[in-house]
């Protein structure tokens, strides 16, 4: 049996989307620790200061999160699970400020970014960088400037205890982040039944060797989710990849297929095999 | 034949590694036009205001600059060359400052964490960032801050006429940026030998279906050097693939390649057939 989690770590602000993350996830009563930086998260992780981390993975308007796919093969720390979490952008306020007096937006530059139909029918409205969304509003409360206004997730509106004054003022509604959840041991799901592994391989640098590679999974009819290179350090213009493909561990086509995969592979690693988090 | 090039466009300050790839692939001769964000250079050579863009898109330690993969494919402005810059950091002051004086550094954030085993070894001087490597010479020479030095080419010093105190100060030697040259028209090389094609495709999102696209490389024995994936925007989870191989897209074998690729991908184009950059 895994042991409970009671705290589990993030990157950023409380109410940031990680944060958001874990509230979906694993509920409200689970403590949510906030760090400056992903590697962070992770160190707390490997040394037992937390239960579990909340991580960003990939973003469908961005991409991938690298420097996370970077920092999951170094600290070895087991992926048990996934969850998808839809970006919302608000227009939030501290309480008594008036959408009429705004003057300047905070917050960071990726979300601002996100926003610009908002801005562009609100020319009166100046984009002001912060580093942080959850973290404007936070200093919005601390600080109070004058005629100012934040932008970031609902969670974080009502744990400073401001107004949304406007919800939803992203551009792309279709913009979801996929977070996954790292623990310090491995657990395996007891259903076969919408399991999901991801790994990391490099192959010999060879002519057709992906190929090769690929056709471990293709040839037992195993779906990719999907596939991401990584620059391999030392080695210029020889790469890691990172594959997610649907299966168990423990069945016999994926056990076939990860056999295969590793008489062709120089380094292989299997980073968890968990259950598909709800799709969106 | 193609037109002269006299002017090409870059992202950064004049100095900057992009700078240093324009003067290594087309010589001193060429005019080099800095802009501040990476899509203005594209939009300056697809308004024909420059005559060609050098566009960093990989560095063998942070892996590929994602931005410019997406303007790639918007712009479709073709490549027609590549080259590679080793990226080597030099601790640079104005004229008379001397190594004993320097408390602070100034540099790009990525620079100067790709220079720790410096700072650890002088622990008495302040890493202090600055949004251009280049751009933090320019300053010294500009504003003639106290103490102070900035990490960034040999150029750079060169160019604003400072002086290297200090060559080589990156941690990893196998630092590496590849660059492509862009131009407004298609321009192929005539020798078949050396050549290689850079091209964009989706697959219909089933099951196999990379690995089918892939087949029409390895059945005809070609070589993938580089694939990279993309987020699809509005096709959550759905990518775009990006593949370097070596081949000229005149070959027969690589014309039927394309042809069987075509057959399996919704969006595919060539982005360009331009001969391989030296080895590094």
């Known amino acids: 049996m895994p042991s409970r989690i009671r705290t589990a770590g993030f990157q950023g602000e409380l109410g940031a989307f990680s944060h958001m993350a874990i509230r979906q996830m694993l509920g409200p009563g689970v403590k949510a620790t906030p760090f400056p930086v992903f590697e962070q998260v992770f160190k707390a992780l490997a040394a037992g200061k937390i239960d579990a981390a909340m991580i960003p993975v990939e973003n469908t308007l961005h991409g991938s999160v690298h420097e996370n796919y970077d920092h999951l093969l170094k600290y070895g720390l ?74 970031a997730s609902a969670l974080a509106a009502e744990l400073y205890g401001c107004r949304i004054l406007k919800r939803g003022i992203e551009d792309d509604h279709r913009n979801f982040t996929r977070f996954v959840l790292l623990r310090q041991k491995v657990e395996q799901p007891k259903s076969h039944e919408g399991a999901k592994v991801s790994l990391v391989f490099t192959t010999r640098n060879v002519p057709g060797s992906l190929f090769r590679a690929l056709s471990a999974f293709a040839l037992r009819d195993i779906s990719l989710l999907k596939i991401e290179s990584r620059p391999l350090r030392g080695k210029p213009w020889e790469y890691l990849f990172y594959l997610d493909f649907l299966g168990h561990v423990d069945e016999p086509r994926v056990r076939k297929a990860l056999g295969h995969l590793q008489e062709l592979a120089d380094v292989y690693k299997v980073l968890g095999c968990y259950p598909r988090g709800a799709a969106q």
């Open 78 to 151: 087991p992926i048990v699970g996934e969850t998808t979490v839809r970006i919302v952008h608000n227009l939030i306020v501290t309480p008594g400020t008036k959408f009429t007096a705004i003057k300047k937006v905070f917050s960071h530059p990726v979300a601002l970014n996100q926003c610009l139909n908002f801005f562009a029918a609100h020319p009166e409205f100046e984009k002001t960088t912060f580093y942080d969304t959850a973290g404007s509003i936070k200093m919005l409360l601390e600080s109070r400037p004058a005629a100012s206004a934040g932008i």
